[in-house]
């Protein structure tokens, strides 16, 4: 951003009479033209991606590494404390606000580049399992998935680092810290199971990073338009439209948000989620014969006429009520619970994650693949998958279950 510099600096807000550098300060954005370069300009400097900020990226990568290596949750805090300050992901998002294509350019160009660190050394990491093998994986687990308490962390973590960075000249340390810890851990994951060659781990690490950028990406543009910086010109606005929309499209679409809202509005409603799977009522009702054949010669309701049909033998098709719902609890020896999956097999893609205790629907579909059964289920959100047999209990299994 070559901006003109020859207006007065921002520190000469403070020699002007109170009044008006109260003003000054409370406005962020002039609405001089000269000011608002300067402001920028200074904005811009300090987002712009340094060698200091590749080389912290690479040993915090490094760091974080050994921490799924080790399966040891102080290592991971120790690659997120050597993570380097987030400050071109701030600019990223100032750069959108404000219109500015080459500055955005340059730094995503950054912020890829220091991902591709982490991911690259992570990845390393994973290789190294060959050698030795972790006792756990549970730090991988945990990071592999979208947890609530990680996404508040995550959103108040990028409000405070768009703000402090905005407002103040100090190092805005621990919002990057609790950002570094939403996005760099995930990622590292993701590279840690592509490399040592866990499935459960690459395309998960991958899906919780872009929920969390995403995420981050938003509060940032929202926070940095409550503050004043919006674009000038309409390119720039068409920039911004378009960057926000994608963002919010990632995180709804990744994180399974609108599924999730979808289900309270079927259930305020009175939707019931297993609303699909027939009934014995509704398959009578489809199948049973014209009222006229009933020996009593009147027209019967409905469920009368079943009735007849079940208990009356009669050399023609009979109506075979459908058998009750199976229900089944997940349930995991090791405290992790089980992966719902799209296909029969462990490289199949995940829909979803189930912890222990899960209440499951049995379907009919059973196959077995390399000795392992696998069972169709359906979840309590109304998601069909698969998911290995020996990892749900139910107390009335069906018969050849």
């Known amino acids: 951003m070559n901006l003109d510099q ?41 987002a712009f991606p340094s060698f200091e900020f590749f080389l912290f990226s690479l040993l915090a990568g490094a760091i974080m590494g050994a921490g799924y290596i080790f399966d040891s949750q102080g290592i991971l805090l120790l690659g997120v404390l050597i993570a380097p300050l987030m400050a071109p992901w701030v600019g990223i998002a100032l750069a959108t606000v404000t219109g500015s294509g080459r500055f955005f350019l340059q ?16 990845w390393l990491a994973g290789i190294a399992t060959q050698i030795y093998t972790p006792p756990t994986y549970m730090q991988a687990i945990i990071h592999t998935h979208l947890w609530w308490a990680n996404l508040l962390l995550l959103l108040l973590g990028s409000i405070l680092l768009v ?11 621990l919002p990057s810290i609790m950002l570094s810890y939403g996005l760099f ?26 929920v969390h950028l995403a995420l981050a990406t938003l509060a940032a543009l929202l926070t940095l338009f409550i503050l004043g910086f919006r674009p000038r010109r309409i390119p720039g606005c068409f920039m911004t439209l378009v960057i926000a929309v994608l963002a919010l499209v990632a995180f709804v679409w990744l994180s399974g948000a609108g599924s999730f809202f979808m ?25 049973s014969p014209n009222p006229a054949t009933n020996q009593t010669g009147t027209i019967e309701p409905t469920i009368t006429a079943t009735l007849q049909i079940q208990i009356t033998p009669t050399p023609t ?79 009335t299994p069906a018969t050849g279950w």
Do not use: C
């Open 6 to 46: 020859s207006s007065p600096a921002p520190e000469q807000i403070s020699q002007l009479p109170p009044a008006r550098r109260r003003r000054a300060r409370r406005s962020l954005i002039p609405a001089s033209n000269d000011e608002r370069a300067v402001v920028l300009e200074n904005l811009a400097r300090k």
């Open 107 to 122: 730094t995503l160009a950054g912020f890829i580049i220091s991902a591709g660190l982490i991911f690259g050394t992570s």
């Open 163 to 173: 703000i402090s960075f905005v407002r103040s000249e100090q190092r805005p340390i």
């Open 185 to 210: 851990l995930p990622l590292s994951a993701a590279g840690f199971g592509l490399g040592s060659g866990i499935s459960d781990f690459w395309p998960n690490g991958g899906l919780v990073f872009s």
């Open 263 to 287: 289900g309270i509005f079927n259930s305020s409603f009175g939707v019931s989620p297993f609303q699909e799977s027939p009934t014995a009522t509704r398959t009578a009702i489809t199948n």
């Open 317 to 395: 098709n009979t109506v075979t009520p459908q058998a009750t719902p199976i229900y089944a609890r997940v349930f995991s020896d090791n405290g992790l619970g089980a992966n719902v999956r799209a296909l029969p097999g462990d490289n199949t893609p995940i829909l979803v994650s189930l912890i222990n205790d899960s209440l499951v629907e049995i379907l009919p579909e059973i196959q077995i693949l390399n000795g392992v059964t696998w069972i169709h289920i359906r979840t309590a959100a109304g998601i069909e998958g698969w998911m290995i047999q020996s990892l749900v209990v139910t107390a």
